[in-house]
């Protein structure tokens, strides 16, 4: 039998160390065979040239898609999308695979399914089923009404796919990728690297090896006119509270202009001497980063998964990650320097956490591949009830 062809498409930053060791295990299985596509933000240098690390890692890709338009509004990301549907669409046709894999929630992800469900592609959506509100809200489940494979990461999310009407034998719970690389971190959390020599980035040289935090931060794109306002907010607490600061730039959501120009005055007019700023890390490195600070800060979904397991206290400032299911180790704030300052203090002078399995146990990757490898693939459905 000639092996399965599974295109996986990687959008952004993020959207690779979700899918990281799912990347491997297909790579590596001997019924599949890979093939990556880049597109998006995750192929620009601005916001961290991920393709740089994903071909670090070892895995040829397929295809390079360049979709991004600029703007940073939702206007742009509307027409970001429409032409990464047009490329998708050419792509696909070309590599002509077994099933498509697209990623989560982000907003040009749907332009995956779309190129795919069009074409007759079986569609395969990872991390479906999960409340995060916002335009990912309405991206992730009409991702999973394009659908016909669900490989969600929590049982409610299950149960969520399942009342949208999907069928049970389809929505299988996995768990999430990105547990894996934390599982194997929390293994082994030494921090076997100085993070400003490795890379670099813009800022004070910090003494951090006696206690830091880590600030990950990015628009909301339903507020995104406020985006500036509410890094401000940020940028003043963790300012006045002088702790050793390692910031992590926007990803390119609406708003992202608005974010990153609020970071860039702050930072030539305050000079603050407890920030150093960064475009990006390799996943497994980013992780040691966190599993060795006293607390993530912002508004990441880093902090609501991977923290979780790693048991790191996460400071989660306003609606970015509203209602999505998380352990004991966040605090939500608001908008607010004085919540934020009070907050962070508490976080730094607090116990690690017990690591919660909430979003799997750490074999999502060996899961997804044997699923993919295994299961009877089809691009026709019907809801179920």
């Given amino acids: 039998m000639p092996k399965r062809k599974i ?18 295990a297909i790579k590596n299985h001997p019924d599949l065979e890979l093939q990556l596509v880049i597109a998006g933000s995750a192929l620009l240098d601005r916001y961290g040239n991920a393709v740089d690390f994903i071909e670090k890692d070892g895995f040829p890709i397929a295809a390079k898609v360049f979709m ?29 695979p077994d099933a498509v894999i697209t990623i989560a929630d982000r907003f040009e992800t749907i332009a995956t399914s779309i190129a795919a469900a069009y074409q007759n592609i079986p569609l395969v959506h990872i991390q479906g089923g999960e409340v995060t509100g916002s335009i990912d809200e309405k991206v992730r489940h009409a991702n999973t009404k394009l659908a016909d494979l669900h490989l969600v990461s929590s049982d409610d999310a299950r149960e969520r796919v399942i009342k949208l009407g999907e069928s049970t034998q389809m929505v299988i719970n996995t768990g999430c990728p990105s547990i894996d690389l934390a599982k194997e971190i929390h293994e082994t959390p ?47 607490a963790v300012k006045n509270l002088n702790y050793p600061t390692f910031w992590f730039w926007p990803n390119v959501d609406a708003g992202s202009d608005g974010t990153s120009n609020g970071i860039r005055a702050f930072r030539e007019l305050e000079h603050p001497k407890n920030i150093h700023f960064f475009k990006n890390m390799e996943p497994l490195d980013f ?38 299911s998380r352990a004991a180790n966040v605090t939500d704030v608001s908008y607010s320097q004085i919540e934020i300052e009070k907050a962070i203090k508490k976080a730094i ?17 060996t899961k997804i591949a044997e699923i993919l490898a295994t299961t009877a693939l089809t691009f026709s459905k019907t809801i179920t009830y």
């Avoid at 703007?71 to 429409?82: D, Q």
């Avoid at 006696?210 to 003043?236: C, F």
Wanted: with cysteine; glycine share 10%; proline share 3%.
């Fill in 349 to 365: 002078t607090s116990e690690k956490f017990e690591s919660s399995t909430i979003y799997g146990d750490g074999d999502a990757g």
């Fill in 7 to 24: 295109c996986v498409v990687v959008t952004a930053r993020p959207s690779y160390s979700r899918i990281k060791s799912a990347l491997t």
């Fill in 287 to 324: 992780l040691k980063l966190l599993i060795n600070s006293k607390a993530l800060v912002g508004n990441s979904s880093a902090g609501i998964r991977e923290c979780a397991y790693l048991g790191l206290p996460v400071v989660n400032i306003g609606n970015r990650q509203f209602r999505r």
């Fill in 190 to 236: 030494n921090l076997d690297f100085n993070p400003l020599e490795k890379y670099g980035g813009v800022g004070a040289k910090l003494d951090w090896k006696n206690g830091y935090i880590v600030v990950m931060q990015h628009p909301v794109t339903t507020e995104y006119k406020e985006s500036k306002k509410q890094i401000q907010e940020t940028l003043k």
């Fill in 68 to 96: 991004v338009l600029e703007g940073e509004n939702p206007t742009t990301m509307a027409k970001t999308t429409g032409l990464g549907v047009m490329e998708l669409t050419n792509v696909f046709y070309n590599l002509k």
